[in-house]
Structures are given as C-alpha cells and as structure tokens.
C-alpha cells in the first residue's frame, strides 16, 4: 500500500480509503448496501490488513447510522487510524438542520463525534457548496473546531473550481485555516474534474480524495454492451449517482476495461481503479463493496500498475472534450503552460 502526503499538510494517508456509505442500509442508502456490525468489521480488518489508514463517512450516510457502526467498528484500534466525515446536508426538520452556517456546522461536527465515539475528527469535509452562508462564517467555524481540537483538518466536497478559489482566497484574507484537501467525482466514465478541480489541486497544493471511482459499479465489466444489466446492481435500485450522458461511450470503455483486465488476468474494476489512483493530483481513491469478495477483489488493485500503454488506452476512450477556452488555449497558448494546465490540454498539444 502506498502512503501520500495529502495536499500541503503534514498528513499522509492511504492511496485507497474505505468508504462506508454501505453501512447501515437506512433509507435511500439502502440502495447502495446494507452492511451491518458484523460486516462492517470484518471489512475493516480487510482494510487494515491491506494497509488503509483512512475511513470516511458522512453524517448524512443512512441518517447517522454509517457513523454510529463505523465508531462502534473502530473502537480499542490503534489511534493511527484515520477517520473523515463530512456535513451540510439535512439531518433534521429545524430550519437550522442544514447548510454550512456556523450553527449547523458546529452541531453537526459535535453530533458526529457522538456517534464516531470519538474525541476528534481527522478529515472535516463541506459535503457540498452553500451559496447562502458567507463564506468566512463556515471558515471561521472550521477553524474554531480545528483550535479546539474537535477536527484536525478541513476539507470541501463538492464544490466548483470558483468555490474552492473562494474558499482559499477567504481563509488566507481572514488568516483562518484554509481547507487542504477536496472530494470528487473522478472515473473514466466522467472526467470533468480534468477542467478545474485537478488543475486547481496541482496549482494550489490540495489533496484530492476521489468518490465513485467506478461510476457507481458501472465500470466492473459487468455492464456491457448488449447484454442485460446484472442483478443487485446499483443502476437496478434505480440510484441516479453519477448520471450517464452517453452510454456508447460509457460501453467502449468497458470494453477497454475488459481487455486489458484479461491481458493481465485482473478484473476490470481493478483496471479502473488503478487508472485513477495514477492519475496526476490524485492522493486516494474512495473504495467500498457490498460484498466482502468484491471488496477483495478492489484492494488487489493497490497492487497494480498499468503500463504506459495501457494508460493510454484508457486515456483515448474516455477522454473529455475540450471545450471553452481550454480548446483555444491547447491551440494558441501552448508555449507558456504550466503543469496545472497540461494536465487537460498535454495530450491535445501533443497529438495536434
């Protein structure tokens, strides 16, 4: 297992984080699994014995409930390992139950760490953007919890390029703790994190944790082309996490997926996973299963490395177009970029 620095903070975690929205199966959560006590410690003794030393969850994962088990899990480990969690979405039906305002962030952090049975935080994620609270009160809230040892790092998720620039420029302006690290969707069935959010994190030093990384199960190799959608799938429970703008490219990089995967006599899933965790700003990739054997099986790819060749593959199935300006800066501009911008527009500059 490698071990990266997340972001320029001192902190440094796991390439591959167990996540554990599975936990618990309350509510629409059901739909992405139901793991219990007993599951959910066996996964992480999985886990720990692979060598992750980070764990997320949310506040909002099955109503408190993926919290509750996980601390329930975790208790008498070793204080090395790592927990995240995030808030910002409703937990209740006060007017007061959601957003990022000062009130609610610091309920919700006091709340989880209840749950968590825990005396601090590791990493605080904004789950999502708030456009109605001003950004130096959740700043100033963040920074309040991280004095008084209630997290030790803060983090946003979900946010726009714009957001996070917003973000940085308000905790350096205000001299608060600025946030090291942010959550997204990344896979190769949606690149558009290559836009703003990558280029931003090479630029501004922020660790990159990544959700989703196989698209909700729909780059296991199991949804192909012609062929009925597996059972006990996600897309069958009707969850609607991420959206699927054009399934005939979403097929031709299955088909990738597999190929490679039988070239090297790994699954598909481990293919795919192992392209984003060597993908340039990424620091760890948000891993979880419903089954113990499909959690097996993603922990394997902490082992794999894809060749040049392979990458590039990849990288042409599922590469995003370019659009405005970045197409106008591959053409015109591609004597002065820096990294941060070759990220996107290198293998256009390189194939023009």
């Given at each position: 297992?490698?071990?990266?620095?997340?972001?320029?903070?001192?902190?440094?975690?796991?390439?591959?984080?167990?996540?554990?929205?599975?936990?618990?199966?309350?509510?629409?959560?059901?739909?992405?699994?139901?793991?219990?006590?007993?599951?959910?410690?066996?996964?992480?003794?999985?886990?720990?014995s692979a060598g992750i030393n980070m764990f997320d969850t949310a506040d909002v994962y099955s109503s408190g409930v993926s919290e509750e088990?996980?601390?329930?899990?975790?208790?008498?480990?070793?204080?090395?390992?790592?927990?995240?969690?995030?808030?910002?979405?409703?937990?209740?039906?006060?007017?007061?139950?959601?957003?990022?305002?000062?009130?609610?962030?610091?309920?919700?952090?006091?709340?989880?760490?209840?749950?968590?049975?825990?005396?601090?935080?590791?990493?605080?994620?904004?789950?999502?953007?708030?456009?109605?609270?001003?950004?130096?009160?959740?700043?100033?809230?963040?920074?309040?919890?991280?004095?008084?040892?209630?997290?030790?790092?803060?983090?946003?998720?979900?946010?726009?390029?714009?957001?996070?620039?917003?973000?940085?420029?308000?905790?350096?302006?205000?001299?608060?703790?600025?946030?090291?690290?942010?959550?997204?969707?990344?896979?190769?069935?949606?690149?558009?994190?290559?836009?703003?959010?990558?280029?931003?994190?090479?630029?501004?030093?922020?660790?990159?944790?990544?959700?989703?990384?196989?698209?909700?199960?729909?780059?296991?190799?199991?949804?192909?082309?012609?062929?009925?959608?597996?059972?006990?799938?996600?897309?069958?429970?009707?969850?609607?996490?991420?959206?699927?703008?054009?399934?005939?490219?979403?097929?031709?990089?299955?088909?990738?997926?597999?190929?490679?995967?039988?070239?090297?006599?790994?699954?598909?899933?481990?293919?795919?996973?192992?392209?984003?965790?060597?993908?340039?700003?990424?620091?760890?990739?948000?891993?979880?299963?419903?089954?113990?054997?499909?959690?097996?099986?993603?922990?394997?790819?902490?082992?794999?490395?894809?060749?040049?060749?392979?990458?590039?593959?990849?990288?042409?199935?599922?590469?995003?177009?370019?659009?405005?300006?970045?197409?106008?800066?591959?053409?015109?501009?591609?004597?002065?970029?820096?990294?941060?911008?070759?990220?996107?527009?290198?293998?256009?500059?390189?194939?023009?």
């Amino acid at each position: 297992m490698q071990y990266r620095q997340l972001g320029r903070s001192g902190l440094r975690v796991s390439v591959f984080t167990l996540g554990t929205m599975t936990f618990g199966g309350k509510g629409a959560f059901a739909k992405t699994g139901s793991t219990d006590l007993t599951g959910a410690k066996r996964q992480i003794d999985m886990c720990i014995s692979a060598g992750i030393n980070m764990f997320d969850t949310a506040d909002v994962y099955s109503s408190g409930v993926s919290e509750e088990i996980l601390g329930e899990a975790l208790k008498s480990r070793s204080q090395e390992i790592l927990v995240g969690t995030k808030a910002r979405f409703r937990m209740g039906a006060g007017q007061n139950d959601a957003g990022s305002s000062r009130y609610h962030i610091v309920s919700a952090c006091e709340a989880s760490l209840r749950r968590l049975g825990r005396d601090h935080i590791d990493l605080y994620y904004l789950h999502e953007w708030d456009g109605q609270t001003p950004l130096d009160e959740t700043l100033e809230a963040l920074d309040t919890l991280t004095r008084a040892g209630k997290i030790r790092y803060a983090g946003v998720s979900n946010f726009s390029g714009w957001h996070i620039m917003k973000a940085l420029g308000t905790a350096e302006r205000n001299r608060l703790i600025a946030p090291v690290s942010q959550q997204i969707y990344y896979s190769l069935q949606a690149r558009e994190a290559e836009y703003e959010l990558l280029p931003l994190a090479l630029d501004q030093g922020l660790g990159v944790q990544v959700w989703s990384p196989m698209a909700g199960g729909l780059l296991s190799g199991k949804h192909r082309r012609g062929k009925p959608e597996p059972e006990g799938t996600r897309q069958l429970a009707q969850w609607n996490e991420p959206p699927v703008h054009d399934i005939e490219k979403l097929y031709d990089v299955v088909e990738v997926l597999v190929a490679i995967g039988a070239e090297r006599g790994v699954s598909a899933a481990q293919v795919a996973l192992a392209w984003v965790a060597h993908r340039p700003a990424i620091t760890s990739v948000v891993i979880g299963a419903r089954t113990d054997a499909q959690l097996a099986d993603n922990l394997k790819a902490a082992e794999l490395a894809l060749s040049t060749e392979e990458m590039a593959r990849l990288d042409a199935a599922s590469a995003p177009p370019l659009l405005y300006p970045y197409w106008h800066q591959a053409s015109t501009a591609s004597d002065r970029l820096s990294a941060a911008d070759l990220l996107l527009l290198g293998p256009s500059i390189k194939t023009a």
